[in-house]
């Protein structure tokens, strides 16, 4: 699907875009894009991959004429951009309106007027019944992406909007894991919200292919969910203290806007929620494409998902210690 294709990223300096670049290069992508305002990150990154595929584009998501010149000619847009550090967006609050909402919608915007065939948007499980300002702007860009099929025609564009959800990526900028690695090997105490907390846990490279996959299935207004297995802290604290020592801990308590389960799909969605290689897929009810009867035509194997009441990291199968130290091991030495 990917290969002799023009791909722009939005965010593409930043760790999924980078990972995202080397996986569509690896798959004979004819251009890459990267769409970022930060150019210390572009240099750098240009520096890292040194393949004449890729285009560095200087450029917010929320100037809308730039975004136009920028998806001149291209076929996919992979939409990651966002501001996204939980209590900055809380102190500044539309300033990530700025960024995830009226940026998202100008992706859309000028990717119909470009013409672009697929427009994939990168979301959070911060977005299920959100807590904190940015849960509810990445809400919103959900809404904005799968409400675009709603209105798009079909005899003037080809344009498919689609959009995938998952949580934290272990390893990933920002993310526990490696912060405590740090900690535990500067011999300073690991600061823990709650023991009882838990989290659904995804590689990169796991990542990677679930948004590939749905990239790849989605026919548009869908929302893509990957099958993942969970951890709470306390099994992430003896796991860590078996492969890198013992160490102190300190219980800080949960920050505001933050939850101590993580949820995928809410009870509210679970009726529109269907099953289709290792993901789950949210149909919209808005959509005319999404009757039980064209879903059943137009997917193959895709089965309805009834016994779940939600998808949430507090009854998701948990990861056993040992597949959790086998994830971290590779984390360490990638």
């Known amino acids: 699907m990917f290969s002799g294709k023009t791909i722009l990223i939005t965010g593409g300096t930043g760790s999924l875009g980078k990972a995202l670049t080397e996986k569509l290069l690896d798959l004979d992508a004819k251009t890459i894009r990267i769409y970022s305002r930060n150019e210390s990150k572009q240099i750098e990154m ?51 309106i700025k960024t995830n909402v009226i940026g998202s919608q100008n992706v859309i915007d000028n990717s119909l007027r470009q013409d672009v065939e697929k427009v994939i948007c990168v979301g959070t499980d911060k977005a299920v019944s959100p807590l904190n300002t940015y849960g509810a702007t990445k809400l919103l860009m959900e809404k904005l992406f799968i409400s675009a099929n709603n ?56 990542a990677l292919e679930f948004i590939l996959n749905a990239t790849e299935i989605g026919k548009g207004s869908e929302i893509f969910i990957p099958e993942l297995k969970s951890y709470d802290m306390s099994t992430l ?38 099953k289709i290689n290792q993901m789950y897929m949210l149909a919209n009810p808005h959509y005319e494409l999404f009757n039980e009867k064209n879903i059943l035509e137009n997917y193959n194997g895709i089965e309805k998902i009834n016994e779940m009441e939600s998808y949430s990291s507090d009854v998701a199968e948990k990861i056993s210690k040992e597949e959790l130290k086998k994830k971290i091991t590779e984390l360490e030495s990638n």
């Open 151 to 206: 209105y798009v025609n079909r005899e003037k564009h080809k344009t498919k909007f689609v959009a995938v959800r998952y949580g934290n990526v272990m390893g990933s900028s920002g993310s526990v894991i490696p912060k405590f690695i740090d900690l535990i090997k500067k011999n300073k105490p690991i600061t823990i919200t709650d023991l009882k907390m838990t989290r659904f846990t995804i590689t990169m490279n796991e």
């Open 46 to 96: 240009e520096s890292d991959f040194d393949d004449k595929r890729l285009r560095f584009f200087m450029g917010d998501v929320r100037d809308s004429e730039r975004l136009f010149s920028a998806l001149e000619d291209v076929d996919i847009v992979f939409h990651a951009a966002a501001l996204k550090h939980v209590p900055k967006i809380e102190y500044n609050p539309f300033e990530s």
């Open 237 to 274: 604290i003896e796991t860590l203290s078996e492969l890198y020592g013992e160490t102190k801990q300190e219980i800080v308590g949960i920050r505001p806007g933050e939850k101590l389960h993580e949820t995928l799909i809410n009870h509210d969605e679970i009726p529109y929620g269907w």
